[in-house]
């Protein structure tokens, strides 16, 4: 091989070291973790579904998890649909917080999201109007 024919297989070569580097490594680790977290799963453990179904591992069988999703409701899982586990300390998406508060408090937040939307869609009439 000539420096020619070397020096234009070297940017190739780089590219894709790069690529593994970039791409291909911590994806890898990823699935690792995953996997390492779905093989952890015991009875008791709230989690999370890949779908954004929260519930608690009741049993563990080969490849699958029983979920339940409230009281008596029991689901049949595969371990790759855990997405994560929730650990007790782990704030909950505020979404759902305002949708049905746990201390039983009113949603003023929710009632005040309402009102200003109220209150943008007389501007946007009233605008639409003249």
């Known amino acids: 091989m000539d420096m020619g024919q070397l020096g234009s297989i070297l940017p190739l070569v780089l590219l894709v070291v790069v690529f593994y580097f970039l791409l291909i490594r911590p994806q890898r680790k990823r699935q690792q973790e995953a996997v390492k977290m779905q093989n952890s799963l015991s009875p008791g ?9 929260f519930a608690t591992v009741v049993a563990v ?11 008596g409701i029991e689901t049949r899982w595969v371990k790759a649909a855990i997405g994560r586990v929730i650990t007790p300390g782990e704030p909950v998406d505020e979404k759902a917080t305002t949708a049905s508060p ?3 408090s009113a949603d003023t937040p929710a ?5 200003k939307a109220d209150t943008d869609n007389d501007q946007d009439s009233s605008s639409k109007r003249s």
């Open 61 to 71: 069988d080969h490849e699958d998890v029983i979920l339940e999703i409230a009281p």
């Open 45 to 53: 453990t709230r989690v999370m579904t890949t779908t954004g179904l």
């Open 111 to 115: 009632a005040g999201d309402a009102a």
């Open 102 to 104: 746990e201390d039983g």
